[in-house]
C-alpha cells in the first residue's frame, strides 16, 4: 500500500486529462477549479515530475501524463465495471454500457441528460473500451462499437448506421492554412484515418507537418486549439461543428464501418434497453449533417 499514490487525486487527473481542461474536468465532477488544480499538483508532487505542459490558458499532457492516464483510465474502468455488477443486480433499470472511448466522451455523455429527461427511470452507467468484450461476464449489457472486428456469432448486433469521417480544424487555422499545406493532426488508436479518408472521398490535402496523439480526443482537442487538421468522425466533432469551434471544409464521407450496438439477447425483448437504443439511433440519425 505505501506505493500506491493517492486515490482521490487520480479521479480529477482521469477527468482532466481526458478532457485537456481543468474547468472541464471540474463541471463534470461537480468541483473546483482549483480543486482540480490541486488534485493534479499533489500528483505531481507526488511522482516529482509534471504531468501537464501549461500553455496559454491551455494543457496537454506530458509523455509521463499520457503514460499514467493510459493506466489510471483502464484501472478506474475496471473497477467501475466491478462496482457495476455488485450493484447491477439490485437495480433493475440500471443499464450498463461499454461504449468506445472517443464517442462516450465527445458524443454520448453529453446527451445522456436529454435521454434522463425523457426516460427519468432509467439510470445509464456508461464504461469506456474499444474493441472485443465479453457480454457473458455480466457486467455490461450493451457494447457501443466500431464494426473493425469480428465478434462472437451468438452477440446480436444492431447497426447505428455507416461511419462518416472528414478533416476538422479550427475556423482561424482554416482562414489562415486554407491555401497552403496543412499540418496533419493523426491519431495513434487509426492510424490509417487520413489515408481511409483519401480513398473514400478521393480527396488528397497537402501536409507541411504532421502530429500524432494517443487518442481522438487528443487530436481532436488539439485541432480545436488551432494546431493544425484532424480527421473527424463526425459524432465526434457534431457539437464543436454546432458551436462554431471546428469546421469542416470538405463534409464528410461514408467509410466501410458502421456503428454497432452488442448484445447477448435481442434489443427488442428488453423495454428499457429497447428505449435506450432507439434513443441512441435517433440522435445520432439528428447529427447526419454536412457541415461546411
Known amino acids: 500500500m505505501k506505493q500506491l499514490p493517492p486515490l482521490g487525486p487520480l479521479v480529477s487527473f482521469r477527468a482532466a486529462a481526458a478532457c485537456l481542461s481543468f474547468t472541464k474536468a471540474a463541471r463534470e465532477l461537480n468541483l473546483t477549479h482549483g480543486a482540480i488544480s490541486k488534485a493534479v499538483k499533489q500528483l505531481e508532487e507526488y511522482y516529482g515530475l509534471p504531468l501537464f505542459h501549461r500553455r496559454n490558458r491551455a494543457i496537454f499532457l506530458t509523455e509521463k501524463g499520457r503514460f499514467l492516464f493510459q493506466h489510471v483510465d483502464r484501472l478506474l474502468n475496471e473497477l467501475e465495471e466491478v462496482s457495476e455488477q455488485m450493484r447491477i443486480a439490485e437495480n433493475g433499470q440500471r443499464i450498463s454500457v461499454s461504449c468506445e472511448p472517443s464517442l462516450s466522451m465527445r458524443w454520448l455523455m453529453p446527451r445522456l441528460e436529454q435521454f434522463h429527461e425523457s426516460f427519468p427511470e432509467t439510470e445509464i452507467h456508461i464504461s469506456t473500451a474499444g474493441g472485443p468484450i465479453d457480454l457473458t461476464s455480466g457486467g455490461v449489457h450493451l457494447a457501443i462499437r466500431r464494426s473493425d472486428f469480428s465478434w462472437p456469432a451468438n452477440y446480436h448486433a444492431l ?24 499540418r496533419l493532426l493523426h491519431t495513434r488508436t487509426r492510424r490509417e484515418a487520413w489515408t481511409d479518408w483519401e480513398q473514400y472521398s478521393a480527396k488528397e490535402l ?31 466533432v457534431a457539437d464543436d461543428l454546432e458551436r462554431g469551434l471546428l469546421v469542416a471544409p470538405f463534409g464528410f464521407v461514408k467509410t466501410p464501418i458502421s456503428y454497432v450496438v452488442l448484445s447477448l439477447n435481442p434489443i427488442d425483448q428488453d423495454k428499457k434497453l429497447n428505449d435506450f437504443v432507439c434513443w441512441v439511433r435517433e440522435h445520432i440519425a439528428l447529427d447526419k449533417n454536412e457541415y461546411q
Open 159 to 182: 447497426s447505428l448506421g455507416r461511419e462518416r469521417i472528414g478533416p476538422v480544424c479550427s475556423p482561424s487555422y482554416w482562414e489562415k492554412n486554407k491555401h497552403k499545406p496543412k
Open 206 to 236: 497537402k501536409a507541411d507537418s504532421e502530429q500524432f496523439y494517443d487518442h481522438f480526443y487528443f487530436s481532436l482537442q488539439a485541432a480545436v486549439a488551432g494546431l493544425g487538421i484532424a480527421m473527424g468522425p463526425e459524432p465526434l
